[in-house]
């Protein structure tokens, strides 16, 4: 049985609607240092980010404490957006985040299946550096809720589920 680390990305200098990929904040920053020093005695372990810069900077404070290279995994980035106004995008996700993956867009279900079968193929104890939505695609699957927004994950939380044979368990 394999621990999953879900880690939500540090404070973002930037909202979604106003830069497709920022950075960290100071303050992001300082979040990423404080769960490098958490999880620092559990490893090193294996790490698994997102592409996008928030979770690379998030994970790097793990990686140069643990002196490891995460692997960057597309199946565990943000939820994915239609088109590319960035001004749209967040009454958007609004939207989305209120409602049940059954009535969300066609287009979204394979990128939550491909989050939750990333997850389940992970056979040893991993961090996973990820975002909001993603890792609540984790625990709604754990849970068998099928809403969008199971719980509100704070910036660099430490969210722990076993893979458990195939399945995610809380």
Request: aromatic fraction near 6%.
């Given at each position: ?28 920053h ?24 928030r ?40 939207h ?12 979204l279900?394979?990128?939550r299946?491909?989050?939750?079968d ?35 994950p ?17």
């Open positions: 049985m394999a621990k999953l680390y879900l880690v939500r990305h540090g404070k973002a200098a930037a909202s979604w609607q106003d830069d497709p990929d920022p950075s960290l904040n100071g303050l992001g300082e979040q990423a240092a404080a769960m490098a020093d958490a999880m620092a005695p559990l490893g090193p372990l294996a790490m698994v980010t997102s592409p996008l810069r979770t690379r900077e998030t994970a790097a404070a793990l990686e140069s404490r643990w002196r490891v290279t995460a692997e960057v995994e597309p199946a565990v980035r943000e939820i994915p957006s239609p088109g590319n106004e960035l001004s749209d995008r967040s009454a958007w996700l609004q989305v985040m209120t409602g049940s993956w059954a009535d969300a867009d066609d287009w279900r394979p990128w299946q491909g989050m939750i990333r997850l389940m193929a992970i056979e040893v104890d991993t961090v996973v550096v990820s975002h909001f939505v993603a890792i609540n695609v984790a625990v709604g699957h754990a849970e068998n809720d099928d809403r969008v927004t199971v719980f509100r704070d910036n660099c939380s430490i969210t722990v589920l076993d893979n458990d044979n195939g399945g995610l368990r809380l």
